[in-house]
């Protein structure tokens, strides 16, 4: 198939994305729902890849390239920033308002972070069908003087489906990928005299809602100056996340990426190096935050075997790096990356480690 057939393809393609998102606000911070650790070790640079069980989070159509089915339950994942251990305080007493706000000022300005969840998923060749539970808390305290916290936590539920087909002799991929979400969220700014109050319980300010989303794209491979390129488009929670119970809407975005595969010969034997490269939230560049590198993100990945592969990029100007090691069914798999709190790459980072072990059938 001409290459020039499959460009126009992704056009369409793009511009009925453009068309399903045009109604909606430019995407904002708003939280991104799933993000797996060899995307995060590969600067997150993920849409011209999606050959795995993060496919449906990424881009649906990658399922096209699934090679051999597996099923896996409860993956756990664990992604960590900062956690004060003056976290655990007791609550529903008199808390001394003095030491409630010492213990605050020693967080001004740094944000806490901690994600945790589980996957369970059967994945085959343009079919996957999962579950996924997640938990966040995430918070930060601002003001030394007389402190306060806004809190952004919650508990998801995810039901999702992923399909893909292939066409033009799989030359393009194109797939869909629905999915239920029931959320619990506390978004909430607390003061010291709220925390310190006898009466003071955060789980009256959480709100509950469900809201169904859509994501679809399209990945068009081929190949240029000897080597297998791809170039992808992925359309994420199409006409927005909608929650019901007054739980806060997630814009939708639209992320565009190419891929290389590279082989070489090196040492003990022949190896393929693949190269990724993402521009994410086409929608919100053109609004207030206009931060080019901060929309970029860039990735590698490197398996010497089966058993160990090496991974390392860019994110939001950001160094990251990562690796996983297969030992039979098991799958333990590393990310260190940086999220930009900023306006701009570069302005404010916050390291975070992210570590997944998974049972693969």
Same mark, same amino acid.
């Not at 793009?14 to 995407?27: K, N, S, Y």
């Given at each position: &198939?001409?290459?020039?057939q499959?460009v126009?393809m992704?056009?369409?393609?793009?511009?009925?994305?453009?068309l399903a998102g045009?109604?909606?606000?430019?995407?904002?911070a708003?939280?991104?729902? =799933?993000? !797996?650790?060899r995307?995060?070790?590969?600067?997150? *640079?993920f849409?011209?890849? *999606?050959?795995d069980? +993060?496919?449906?989070?990424y881009n649906?159509?990658g399922?096209?390239?699934i090679e051999?089915?597996?099923?896996?339950?409860?993956?756990? @994942?664990?992604?960590?920033g900062?956690?004060? *251990? /003056?976290?655990?305080?007791?609550c529903?007493?008199e808390?001394?308002t003095?030491?409630?706000?010492d213990?605050l000022?020693?967080?001004?300005?740094?944000?806490q972070?901690l994600?945790?969840?589980?996957?369970t998923?059967?994945l085959?060749?343009?079919?996957?069908?999962g579950i996924?539970?997640q938990?966040r808390l995430?918070?930060?305290?601002h @003001?030394?003087s007389y402190?306060?916290?806004? %809190?952004?936590?919650?508990?998801?539920?995810?039901?999702?489906? !992923? %399909?893909?087909q292939?066409v033009w002799?799989?030359?393009?991929k &194109?797939g869909?990928?629905?999915?239920l979400?029931?959320r619990?969220?506390l978004a909430?700014? =607390?003061?010291v005299?709220?925390?310190?109050?006898? +009466?003071?319980?955060? &789980?009256?300010?959480?709100?509950?809602? /469900?809201?169904?989303?859509?994501?679809?794209g399209?990945?068009y491979?081929?190949? &240029?100056?000897?080597?297998?390129?791809?170039? !992808?488009v992925?359309? @994420?929670n199409?006409?927005?996340?909608?929650? /019901?119970?007054?739980?806060?809407?997630?814009?939708a975005?639209? +992320?565009?990426g190419?891929?290389?595969?590279?082989?070489?010969?090196?040492?003990?034997?022949? =190896?393929?190096?693949l190269?990724a490269?993402?521009?994410?939230?086409?929608?919100?560049f053109?609004?207030?935050?206009?931060d080019i590198?901060k929309r970029?993100h860039?990735g590698?990945e490197l398996p010497? +075997?089966?058993?160990?592969?090496?991974?390392?990029?860019?994110?939001q100007?950001?160094w990251?790096?990562? *690796?996983?090691?297969?030992?039979?069914?098991?799958k333990?798999? =590393?990310?260190n990356?940086?999220?930009?709190?900023?306006?701009?790459? !570069?302005q404010?980072?916050?390291?975070?480690?992210v570590?997944?072990?998974?049972?693969?059938?």
């Amino acid at each position: &198939m001409p290459i020039k057939q499959g460009v126009n393809m992704l056009k369409r393609l793009f511009f009925a994305i453009w068309l399903a998102g045009i109604a909606v606000e430019p995407a904002s911070a708003g939280e991104i729902l =799933y993000r !797996g650790v060899r995307p995060l070790a590969m600067g997150d *640079a993920f849409t011209a890849v *999606a050959n795995d069980e +993060n496919a449906a989070f990424y881009n649906p159509a990658g399922l096209h390239w699934i090679e051999t089915p597996h099923t896996a339950f409860l993956t756990p @994942q664990v992604d960590i920033g900062t956690i004060p *251990a /003056s976290l655990i305080s007791p609550c529903g007493t008199e808390i001394d308002t003095a030491t409630i706000t010492d213990t605050l000022r020693g967080m001004v300005g740094k944000r806490q972070y901690l994600r945790g969840s589980l996957l369970t998923d059967y994945l085959r060749r343009d079919i996957q069908l999962g579950i996924l539970l997640q938990a966040r808390l995430e918070f930060e305290v601002h @003001q030394p003087s007389y402190p306060y916290v806004d %809190v952004d936590s919650g508990t998801d539920i995810v039901y999702f489906l !992923g %399909v893909a087909q292939g066409v033009w002799d799989d030359a393009l991929k &194109m797939g869909f990928s629905p999915k239920l979400v029931q959320r619990n969220e506390l978004a909430k700014r =607390y003061t010291v005299t709220d925390i310190s109050s006898s +009466n003071f319980d955060f &789980m009256g300010d959480v709100k509950s809602g /469900s809201a169904v989303g859509l994501d679809f794209g399209a990945i068009y491979t081929t190949e &240029m100056m000897g080597y297998e390129t791809s170039f !992808g488009v992925a359309g @994420q929670n199409i006409g927005r996340l909608n929650f /019901s119970g007054g739980v806060n809407s997630v814009p939708a975005k639209v +992320n565009l990426g190419a891929s290389m595969r590279i082989p070489f010969d090196m040492w003990f034997g022949p =190896y393929t190096l693949l190269a990724a490269l993402d521009f994410k939230d086409v929608w919100n560049f053109y609004g207030p935050d206009r931060d080019i590198p901060k929309r970029f993100h860039f990735g590698m990945e490197l398996p010497f +075997n089966k058993y160990f592969t090496l991974r390392a990029g860019i994110k939001q100007s950001y160094w990251t790096y990562g *690796a996983a090691l297969a030992i039979g069914i098991l799958k333990f798999s =590393y990310a260190n990356y940086t999220e930009e709190l900023g306006g701009y790459g !570069g302005q404010r980072g916050d390291v975070r480690n992210v570590l997944e072990v998974a049972a693969v059938f």
